[in-house]
């Protein structure tokens, strides 16, 4: 794991990216308007997709430990534009609020609970910041208008992504592969892909040699991993079949 941000670091993080959110969609031309990156979403899907997920994790967090989540609210936001982001805002809150109330290490359901990132409100928060991250990304592609990543933010989200998304114990079901992740501003990261399954660790000088690499600027390496990017967008070094069975893994816990 990363260095590991404060827990209220974190929530004034979620705070101004949902900000930044909130923005994208108010200056995009319609709530119709296709978002590239999220084939088959208007922006009106990706406010609801994210609005919804900010309260849904708000009734996780509140609810603490627990062997299931509680069912998503399936209810409509609202499509007039002033009242979807003030359905927003009010989403938002209700994440941040839960999460204050709860504090960094209280436990709670997470579905990567098996992997390195804590179940608790701390891992949430950082998993929420990322998430959040991301769909301002999608937000202000389709508005037209995108905005620089903050650096340390893209950093720690490259970290949370193989903390959470591609750590698990499942065996790898290749031959076992080590991945190199390195950003321009100066961090590296380890993936090992193995028949103890998948975990990440910071990259010292006496590491193995990669099987594959990839290198770009934090911004790129994080939008890579989300999937916003491709191998044809960053330096690939090494065996490419590694990232291709890496990115179609879906492993059975």
Not at 113 to 132: C, K
Not at 208 to 225: K, N, R, W
Request: glycine content about 6%.
């Amino acid at each position: 794991m990363t260095d590991r941000l404060e827990f209220s670091a974190l929530l004034q993080l979620i705070d101004e990216q949902s900000a930044a959110f909130r923005s994208a969609v108010a200056a995009a031309p319609s709530l119709d308007v296709p978002v590239s990156s999220c084939p088959e979403w208007t922006l009106f899907d990706l406010v609801q997709h994210l609005g919804t997920g900010q309260r849904w994790w708000a009734a996780i967090v509140a609810a603490g430990p627990a062997v299931a989540p509680p069912t998503k609210d399936a209810a409509q936001a609202p499509r007039e534009l002033e009242a979807l982001l003030a359905w927003y805002a009010d989403s938002n809150e209700l994440l941040l609020s839960a999460l204050r109330e709860a504090g960094p290490e209280r436990a709670c359901w997470t579905w990567w609970s098996a992997g390195v990132s804590p179940a608790t409100a701390w891992g949430v928060a950082r998993r929420r910041v990322h998430e959040v991250l991301v769909h301002t990304y999608d937000a202000q592609l389709a508005a037209g208008a995108v905005q620089p990543m903050p650096t340390d933010v893209a950093i720690d989200g490259v970290a949370e992504f193989l903390d959470t998304c591609n750590s698990t114990p499942a065996a790898w079901p290749h031959e076992p592969a080590t991945i190199h992740y390195h950003a321009a501003e100066g961090r590296s990261w380890l993936l090992v892909l193995d028949d103890t399954g998948a975990w990440p660790a910071p990259l010292t000088g006496n590491a193995a040699p990669a099987s594959a690499s990839v290198t770009g600027t934090a911004e790129q390496l994080l939008l890579f991993v989300w999937g916003r990017l491709t191998m044809d967008d960053l330096k690939i070094e090494g065996d490419q079949q590694v990232f291709e069975h890496l990115i179609a893994w879906e492993p059975e816990e």
